[in-house]
T-cell receptor, first 113, second 110 residues
Framework: DGGITQSPKYLFRKEGQNVTLSCEQNLNHDAMYWYRQDPGQGLRLIYYSQIVNDFQKGDIAEGYSVSREKKESFPLTVTSAQKNPTAFYLC????????????FGEGSWLTVV | GQQVMQIPQYQHVQEGEDFTTYCNSSTTLSNIQWYKQRPGGHPVFLIQLVKSGEVKKQKRLTFQFGEAKKNSSLHITATQTTDVGTYFCSWDFGNEKLTFGTGTRLTIIP
């Protein structure tokens, strides 16, 4: 089946540690996105990438980093510089052949203690 | 600056009543999409609107895009308990920076 796979689904980390969330898609989509969602809140854009080896900051990029070395993969690193990293993280990709429809992964719950 | 507001933030309705959520932009949008997120889940695509004045229907859901492409609405007729969730609009201004509204959380009172 084609889709977007995020891992891990649940992750616990100690404060001060960096953590990397994985996002892989086999939909052959060019554009990929990372969003953060806090409980009861909307989705806020962290980073997005429209093509391999290129990415842009979203609205809340501080404390996060990404890479896009392969079309299928767009990992997100939550660094120790992120002041309040506990949240639900959603990865998404967009298929241009079908307009701007966003396909989401199942999400990753990160808890920093 | 470019701003899009989604209202209301919360809506509680009796089962069988109608529900509407709105997204209003200060500038013209290229397109707008609507998503539904069930509690504990991820957003699921519902519809995309591209044309000025466009109206699309999916069973009890009606989606509209304003003539100026600055406003959009999602209307649910005769709500059911399965409609519970948060409804988001999403847009971009032609720059592929896909942004989401704050969402409207719908609660159904049986």
């Amino acid at each position: 089946d084609g889709g977007i796979t995020q891992s891990p689904k649940y992750l616990f980390r100690k404060e001060g540690q960096n953590v990397t969330l994985s996002c892989e898609q086999n939909l052959n989509h060019d554009a990929m996105y990372w969003y953060r969602q806090d409980p009861g809140q909307g989705l806020r854009l962290i980073y997005y990438s429209q093509i391999v080896n290129d990415f842009q900051k979203g609205d809340i990029a501080e404390g996060y980093s990404v890479s896009r070395e392969k079309k299928e993969s767009f990992p997100l690193t939550v660094t120790s510089a992120q002041k309040n990293p506990t949240a639900f993280y959603l990865c998404a990709s967009v298929g241009r052949s079908r307009g701007n429809t966003i396909y989401f992964g199942e999400g990753s719950w990160l808890t920093v203690v | 600056g470019q701003q899009v507001m989604q209202i209301p933030q919360y809506q509680h309705v009796q089962e069988g009543e109608d529900f509407t959520t709105y997204c209003n932009s200060s500038t013209t949008l290229s397109n707008i999409q609507w998503y539904k997120q069930r509690p504990g889940g991820h957003p699921v695509f519902l519809i995309q609107l591209v044309k000025s004045g466009e109206v699309k229907k999916q069973k009890r859901l009606t989606f509209q895009f304003g003539e100026a492409k600055k406003n959009s609405s999602l209307h649910i007729t005769a709500t059911q308990t399965t409609d519970v969730g948060t409804y988001f609009c999403s847009w971009d201004f032609g720059n592929e920076k896909l942004t989401f509204g704050t969402g409207t959380r719908l609660t159904i009172i049986p």
